[in-house]
């Protein structure tokens, strides 16, 4: 008899429908986190309950993959399919590591968990009206490349974004290799800025208390991506940088120019985490903190720019 795979408990309490089909302009960025992404689906869910669907969405790494639900418009999409099969092989198994090569199975995913019996809607995911960046992060030359919906294999680009380094075969788009755009930019706030957007949110995935350790180079770096010291150079840059830009962000939004939202308490959730009531509760907390927030978020968007 198959082994019967843990879900989460409330599941089927996540909720499900469509967002209004309007445009909310500015852009909304989202920090990467691996399971701690679910935070951040729990946030987009209530964003798009209330009507707030950015005309951008950027995303880093599971935040590429959790806007894939946001831009189409359904609610409770991605978390369904998180909270459902965090322990399926095809997805987070063995069978994701000999198909994949890496420890998530993308094609199972975007072929099987997304166009199933409730599949991703496609005709609005596709409209060009609704902008989608996913950033990941070039092996060769340490950089940061910005794919865009419409203008590449957008499902190949997320996969690259999110693809682990050190445990996962890079991804090759266009002859280059890539992996986790956090690599190269933990949020890619800046690159926002320089779009010119007027208003910007951040969904950040650790609360406003952390910071990183300083990153310095390791043997294992060395032994994994020697030949590529660029990158190498690229990763120990961008976490040692990410803790000035939180502090940037935080001085930004004081004075009105984006709006953050990060947990309100520490998250205890680790990269492979597979407790899925754990990851269930970051997602009620994702719903939480926007809930509470969301009146302070509507003045930050309705206020002179």
């Known amino acids: 008899m198959a082994r019967r795979m843990k879900v989460y408990s409330k599941v089927a309490e996540i909720p499900t429908g469509n967002a209004p089909d309007v445009i909310t302009e ?13 935070y951040t689906q729990g946030a987009l869910d209530v964003l798009m309950q209330h009507g707030i669907n950015f005309q951008t969405t950027m995303g880093v790494s599971a935040g590429a993959m959790s806007a894939t639900g946001y831009v189409s418009g359904q609610i409770g999409f991605c978390p369904r399919i998180n909270l459902t099969h965090r322990h399926d092989p095809e997805y987070t198994g063995m069978g994701a590591v000999k198909k994949e090569h890496g420890v998530t199975g993308f094609t199972y995913l975007f072929d099987t ?7 991703l809607n496609r005709e609005r995911f596709d409209d060009p009206a609704r902008r989608l960046v996913a950033v990941a ?12 919906k419409g203008k590449c294999n957008i499902f190949r ?27 190269s930019v933990k ?8 779009e010119g957007h007027k208003k910007i949110m951040i969904i950040r995935t650790q609360d406003r208390t952390y910071r990183r350790k300083e990153k310095k180079e390791n043997a294992f770096d060395k032994v994994l991506y020697g030949r590529h010291s660029e990158f190498i150079r690229a990763m120990e840059k961008a976490s040692n940088e990410y ?28 990269r492979f985490e597979g407790d899925v009531e754990k990851i269930g509760a ?19 968007l309705e206020q002179d720019s």
């Open 157 to 183: 680009a997320i996969q690259a974004s999110a693809t682990v380094p050190y445990v996962s075969r890079p991804v090759v788009i266009g002859g280059q290799p890539y992996l986790d755009g956090g690599c």
């Open 282 to 300: 970051l997602y009620e907390l994702g719903r939480t903190d926007m809930e509470a927030d969301m009146d302070r978020l509507l003045a930050y």
């Open 187 to 194: 949020i890619p706030y800046d690159h926002a800025v320089q």
């Open 113 to 119: 968990l997304m166009g199933g019996e409730n599949p």
């Open 243 to 270: 803790n000035g830009l939180l502090d940037r962000m935080d001085a930004d939004m004081a004075e009105g120019k984006c709006f953050v939202l990060a947990p309100s308490r520490p998250v205890g959730i680790s």
């Open 137 to 148: 992060a070039n092996v060769h030359t340490g950089e940061a490349t910005f794919f865009e």
């Open 26 to 38: 500015g852009c909304l960025v989202l920090e990467g986190g691996a399971w701690r992404g679910l």
